[in-house]
């Protein structure tokens, strides 16, 4: 409830809002808070603690118009270190530049599913906390009070390494007012997040069929190769799952982009003017003979944006080459945000009114024989099946 008497702070609109939280994080009387819509993203609320002060829009990036910057710099990367790399999305250069961060006493903070695979911001410490950092989850994660903690590190004249979507990045940013000497921030490449409530469903209804509960989940995992993800889950009781991951019903709705952000289908930050000091993705179209054993195993495209990330770099036992800028925009996620399906309503109306199971079996399920074709099947077995699939083939 908002008090009657007071203006309502005008907040970014709904379908642009990203969910940076630096409003919730911001607000002096701790009046905004993140709650999930029928979707399952969180947006700000504003409760009758609200004292108008004005704060919240005023730190809100939608609101404001961040200025542009000079072209970055590009490099094909990959880390040296091949265990390390197996265990991340890329290149795994993030870890290299955290580990970086850590040697010298400082903070990385990134994303980490918890128990029970919710996904949020944290803060490490320790190398050995950083194996949960590492590799992309598609999902988006929730920032919690972490700005406010980061600004704490800060305060404590610690070194702090940020890591997360462009939209969260520019989040703290505005939370905090400034770009403190001691902040290194690492923003991603980034398709859309997925709804945070369709990947809690989704959990339930994997632990649901397979009658145990997921303990871990690799959203690309490398095993099969970079170029050939696999959505893999560890259950509990150490037994283990795989599927390719357009192959998986979650994959399958991360094609389709069906359960995204609103506002990711009109994101600003899908260009190479990017908030963070450097910028990491994928580099999905190198030249062939560009060192093929490494693509197998994952190169990452990094963007050099600030002189803060270059001089971070340079201090970096990476494995570095430079490339084009038309080469970097060559990755969608640079260019232009992802499109709306036209089923995103239809997935959306009938995960709000029916049980994840029917949502499941209507969106994400492959499509199978519909049962007038399986009818006609039985009397003729497999030949009589082959016919059907012809015609059905030639019908298109
Ligand atoms: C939701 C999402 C969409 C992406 N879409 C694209 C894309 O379209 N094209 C492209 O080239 N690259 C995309 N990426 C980035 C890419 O997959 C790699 O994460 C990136 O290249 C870094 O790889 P790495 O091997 O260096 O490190 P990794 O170890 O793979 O990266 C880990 C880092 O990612 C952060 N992270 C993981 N999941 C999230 C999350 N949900 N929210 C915020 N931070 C997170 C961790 O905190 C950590 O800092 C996406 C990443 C995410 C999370």
């Known amino acids: 409830m908002i008090n009657e008497s007071l203006p309502k702070p005008q907040l970014a609109p709904r379908d642009k809002c990203t969910g940076c939280s630096a409003c919730a994080n911001g607000c002096p009387k701790r009046a905004i ?9 969180l947006y700000p609320t504003v ?3 609200c004292v108008a002060c004005g704060h919240c829009t005023h730190i809100c990036p939608v609101l404001k118009h961040r200025e542009p910057r000079s072209a970055p710099a590009v490099f094909a990367v990959w880390n040296p270190d091949e265990a390390a790399r197996r265990d991340s999305t890329s290149g795994g250069v993030f870890s290299l530049l955290a580990e970086g961060i850590l040697e010298s006493g400082g903070v990385v903070v990134g994303a980490a599913m918890d128990d029970s695979l919710h996904l949020r911001h944290i803060a490490v410490e320790k190398k050995e906390q950083l194996h949960s950092l590492r590799g992309a989850k598609y999902v988006q994660s929730e ?9 704490m590190y800060l305060a404590e004249n610690r070194q702090v390494l940020f890591s997360g979507t462009p939209c969260q990045v520019d989040g703290l940013y505005y939370f905090l007012g400034e770009h403190p000497e001691n902040l290194l921030t690492c923003d991603l490449l980034c398709g859309g997040v997925p709804s945070p409530g369709v990947w809690e469903h989704m959990v339930d209804s994997i632990a649901y069929i397979k009658k145990k509960q997921p303990a871990a989940v690799n959203f690309r995992d490398k095993a099969y190769g970079w170029k050939e993800p696999h959505f893999s889950v560890t259950f509990a009781d150490g037994s283990a799952f795989s599927a390719p991951l357009f ?11 069906l359960f995204l952000r609103p506002a990711c289908h009109s994101c600003q930050y899908t260009s190479t003017d990017r908030p963070g000091d450097v910028s990491l993705g994928d580099f999905w179209n190198l ?4 060192h093929p054993e490494e693509q197998k195993k994952g190169i990452s495209l990094l963007l050099i944006n600030t002189e803060k990330g270059a001089h971070a770099f340079d201090m970096l036992p990476v ?4 490339r084009t800028l038309e080469e970097a925009v060559a990755n969608p996620a640079l260019r232009l945000p992802v499109d ?7 997935f959306f109306c009938t995960y709000a009114q029916q049980p994840f199971q029917t949502v499941r079996n209507r969106f994400l399920v492959p499509p199978q024989l519909s049962y007038q074709m399986s009818k006609q099947v039985r009397p003729g077995g ?8 012809r015609r059905k083939k030639g019908k298109k």
């Open 33 to 41: 808070h993140m709650l999930p819509d029928r979707e399952g993203f």
């Open 47 to 49: 409760t009758d603690a």
């Open 143 to 151: 920032i919690g009070d972490i700005y406010r903690r980061v600004q």
């Open 247 to 257: 192959k998986s019903e979650y994959g399958r709705g991360l094609s389709r982009s």
């Open 287 to 290: 030249p062939k003979d560009f």
């Open 319 to 322: 494995k570095k080459e430079r």
């Open 340 to 346: 709306a399906p036209q089923e995103r309503t239809a």
């Open 382 to 389: 497999k030949s009589r099946l082959a016919e059907l699939l």
